[in-house]
């Protein structure tokens, strides 16, 4: 998945800058408490978010977008300064992360690992980046 994720994010250098941000796992030092979890993890999250950005939570919840809807979404953003996907912990996110999203989306209604979430989303954003260059990726 890791080699996945860096030839997406090799693919998407020529459209976009991106970074990938991996933040330490909390769950094991909480002794597995969920919300003291989440709480420490919406702690990291915000304080490398800055008031501009354009936050999109991915969350079983979120809305669920085709491949082209996800590709008009992303050109709809396209003058935000920066766009952040937040990707939840293990025991989901934060209420304070969930009001703190700009937009919240579901990549699917299927629960993924933490690395196959990440490989799925550099995959559309790169599959948006070709429908919005007009390229022949998508069929």
């Known amino acids: 998945m890791n080699e996945g ?3 997406y994010l090799k693919r998407l250098s020529a459209f976009i800058s991106v970074e990938v941000l991996e933040l330490p796992d909390t769950s094991i030092k909480t002794a597995g408490n969920a919300e003291a979890v989440k ?9 490398r978010l800055t008031p501009d950005d354009y936050v999109i ?3 079983e919840h979120g809305e669920q977008k085709t491949s082209l809807e996800f590709a008009d ?8 300064q920066r766009i952040v996907f937040v990707i939840g912990g ?16 579901a990549l699917s209604k299927l629960t993924f690992t933490h690395r196959m979430a990440r490989l799925i989303l550099c995959e559309q954003i790169y599959r948006a980046m070709m429908i919005k260059a007009n390229r022949s990726y998508h069929i």
């Open 5 to 7: 994720i860096a030839e």
């Open 73 to 80: 979404f992303l050109v709809s953003l396209s003058e935000r």
């Open 90 to 105: 293990v025991f989901g996110a934060a209420q304070v992360i969930k009001t703190r999203a700009d937009n919240t989306i």
């Open 39 to 47: 709480d420490k993890e919406a702690q990291t999250v915000l304080k």
């Open 57 to 59: 939570l991915l969350d």
